[in-house]
């Protein structure tokens, strides 16, 4: 018997279990999914959809080589001497699609969003998976703080939309390329003489990238952090003129936040507006979704000129935890309209005439394939939740009729086989529409 790969999961359609943490099922997914993309249609974001593959230097370029995806997290594949890479992470990926398209011509700055899984070699646990599910969006093309904010305020409206509370949202600029070295030399200053306190990777750290030390777990090395020099006194006018924007923006649209100085992010590409949000669910876990200002990516991966963007990720294996710590349930899916139940070879042909007739009318029906006693058929038709149930015997074959049986009231009547799907239509209130979205 062969398994799902550690970290991964089966999304099923009564959802399941994995590793002790619930997989909410496919129509819970599909409804998360439906709530992304309405809010992602109010702030006119696009949907793109690149390739799960992409090149390994593209990746390592992109998120940066000294990050913990590219050392050690990246699920690589080997084919005809080029190295691909799982895609860890969309950003990067939809840098390339914008630069490889030349999407900047379609004029103004791109608001693009997308759904779907990404992947990272990281110990599995609660929220945390190798195969995971990220939203996101990127607006390229704009340095306007107008731009930050809207994200934020995309981000935080995904969720209220969810109906998700008891959250947080961290907020920090990270400055530009050009205010960082002095950031970090002063970093190196303050935890040099703590050496012997340090973790062996904060001690590498130390000289890669200082930075990362005030993401630390250790109680030891947190201790430390109270009196670290913090980034908001190396900041450039430009990017302290643009962080005041954004906090003030932020306020005027009432979306709260607080300050953290000790926010840094563990992918290479940001500069300054850098964001959180965390939730009382996750505890250690992490956060519901990150993201921030990437003004350097465009020419870290190859572009001539720069594309200032902004952009945000979040997880749905983490949303989903959210809501289910608040009992939020999950969406179930759609029953079927109808259920045929036949009697006899005759009758099941009939029934299979009728579902067809049905369904090209719009309608969802099922029949049992398995159990041919009356009884055993409508146990099965029971169980699928169908509201109404059909049933066929020989004596309706003879008189062409089919008997319609309420499964709430438990009325039954006979029609004509022929009115059946009108006095259906008739009976549902048939509404494509309505039958079509999701549901709360
Ligand atoms: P990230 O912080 O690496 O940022 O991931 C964003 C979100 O993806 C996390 O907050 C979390 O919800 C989810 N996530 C990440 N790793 C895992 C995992 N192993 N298992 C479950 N969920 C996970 C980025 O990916 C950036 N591309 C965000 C961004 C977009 N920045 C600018 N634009």
Request: proline share 5%; hydrophobic share 40%.
């Amino acid at each position: 018997m062969f398994q799902t790969i550690r970290g991964t999961f089966d999304i099923l359609p009564d959802g399941a279990d994995s590793a002790g943490s619930p997989v909410p099922s496919t129509a819970a997914w599909l409804h998360a999914e439906t709530v992304v993309r309405e809010i992602m249609a109010r702030y006119a974001f696009e949907e793109i959809r690149t390739p799960i593959l992409e090149p390994l230097d593209l990746i390592a370029r992109g998120v940066g080589g000294t990050t913990d995806i590219v050392q050690k997290e990246m699920f690589t594949v080997e084919r005809s001497k080029e190295t691909y890479v799982l895609r860890p992470e969309v950003t990067a990926p939809v840098m390339r699609a914008y630069l490889q398209h030349a999407l900047a011509q379609r004029g103004g700055a791109q608001r693009l969003f997308y759904v779907g899984p990404c992947f990272r070699a990281e110990r599995p646990q609660k929220g945390r998976y190798r195969q995971f599910h990220q939203f996101g969006t990127e607006l390229l093309g704009s340095a306007d703080p107008r731009a930050d904010v809207d994200v934020i305020a995309n981000l935080r409206a995904i969720y209220d939309a969810f109906g998700v509370t008891g959250t947080r949202l961290r907020l920090n600029s990270i400055g530009d390329a050009e205010d960082r070295p002095r950031y970090r030399d002063a970093l190196r200053d303050y935890f040099a003489p703590h050496a012997d306190v340090l973790s062996e990777t904060s001690r590498t750290r130390l000289e890669s990238n200082p930075l990362r030390i005030l993401d630390t777990k250790v109680p030891a090395e947190i201790a430390l952090l109270a009196d670290a020099p913090v980034m908001a006194d190396f900041l450039g006018s430009e990017a302290a003129d643009h962080h005041g924007d954004v906090k003030e923006l932020l306020a005027s649209l009432d979306i709260p936040f607080f300050e953290d100085p000790l926010l840094v992010r563990g992918l290479d590409y940001y500069t300054r507006t850098v964001f959180e949000l965390e939730s009382d669910a996750l505890g250690a876990q992490g956060a519901l979704g990150a993201g921030g200002r990437y003004d350097g990516l465009a020419e870290a991966v190859g572009s001539k000129s720069p594309v200032p963007a902004v952009g945000y990720a979040a997880g749905f294996e983490r949303l989903f935890i959210a809501l289910a710590a608040q009992g939020i349930v999950p969406a179930t899916a759609d029953k079927p309209d109808a259920f045929i139940v036949a009697l006899g070879e005759d009758a099941e042909r009939v029934a299979l005439s009728i579902a067809q007739s049905l369904r090209t009318n719009g309608r969802s029906v099922d029949f049992s394939l398995d159990g041919k006693s009356m009884k055993a058929q409508m146990k099965a038709a029971d169980r699928s939740g169908a509201g109404l149930t059909l049933i066929l015997g020989q004596d309706e074959i003879t008189a062409g009729t089919v008997i319609v049986r309420d499964m709430k009231t438990r009325e039954q009547t006979a029609l004509q086989q022929a009115d059946v799907p009108g006095a259906l239509n008739a009976r549902l209130q048939f509404d494509p529409a309505a039958s079509k979205s999701g549901k709360a």
